[in-house]
């Protein structure tokens, strides 16, 4: 692993803060972000950054960005932990990241839960879903928050690229009560998309109540291989088919989905409705779900069907005794 004493810089700007493996090659472009203080006509570097992601001009950090070059984008994060309201990148259409081997980095503290680097949509609520849309191959995004709050069949983020890699990711899906309403609702939806490794991510809210048989996660497609860890997937379930994860069609996934120690949450300590299953796994949906060393609570079964599609290690899944939470007593 490179060591590096001193500031690193590229074209001139500093890229401390960018992990090593994506601090870009000779050609290689970094954008910064700052939503609050930054200009479109600016040339995006860390003294003079640009004030947007992408806009009609296409001047923006991503607009500017070149397929399969290595490029990186830093939005930086807000001044407060509370404050959200001018430093948000703000959107108001689907963020499409199509461009190969193109990252984004959040410049804020790395808490796991609702970094300050954020982006989400206009401050009246969006009408347009999802709100990102990822086909790109190859992209890495880090120590970010991505907040859905719109009305209209709210996707978050529909993922459906090829090895891209998420670490410290906040996907906020259904952030209003209308979209945790909507059956086509998700936090994160992977249509089509193999090979993606998430780590260390926050997968939904705990805060908007999900009313009805949506999920924080969905597979379709024939996903392939998709890989998380270390991962804490969190909801309000007030309808007890709400699901953690949605694999309900037939070949939806291919080969499998690993989740490994990943924890699975529904906040029944706070009024929400226990959910009868995590899971919704098809009899045919084309793969296996492995569940390493993970855990459930807020939900009465890992997947009710039983149909011999969901594999555990270390235990077998048993309601109140093994693979379930259970609560302590004395």
Known sequence: MPNYSGMVYSQGAPVSGI?????????GRVYYVDPEFGADGNDGSAETPLASLTNSSGTGAYDRCRDGQGDVVVIKGGPTSSDTTG????????LDWAKNNTHLIGACAPTMVSQRARITGPSSGGTFSPMVTISSSGCAFMNIA?????????????????????????????GAATGGDDAAAASLKIDGGDENTFVGCYIGLDTIARSTTNAE???????????FKDCFIASFADNAGHLFVKIDGSGDIDRFVYFK????????????????????????????????????VGCTDIAAADNGNVFLTQAVATAGTSGLAVAATR
């Open 19 to 27: 992990p090593w493996f994506l601090a870009p090659f000779r050609g």
């Open 87 to 94: 430093h948000t990148v703000r959107l108001s259409s689907t």
């Open 146 to 174: 991505l907040f859905d709050d719109y009305t209209v069949d709210p996707v978050c983020v529909n993922l459906t690229g090829q090895r891209n890699y998420f670490e410290n990711v906040h996907f906020g899906g259904m």
């Open 217 to 227: 996660i969905e597979l379709v497609g024939a996903a392939t291989r998709n890989i």
């Open 261 to 296: 120690n990943c924890f699975f949450y529904n906040a029944v300590e706070s009024t929400a409705t226990t959910m009868t299953q995590a899971m919704d796994v098809h009899n045919t949906c084309g793969g296996m779900v492995i569940l390493d060393g993970c855990t459930a």
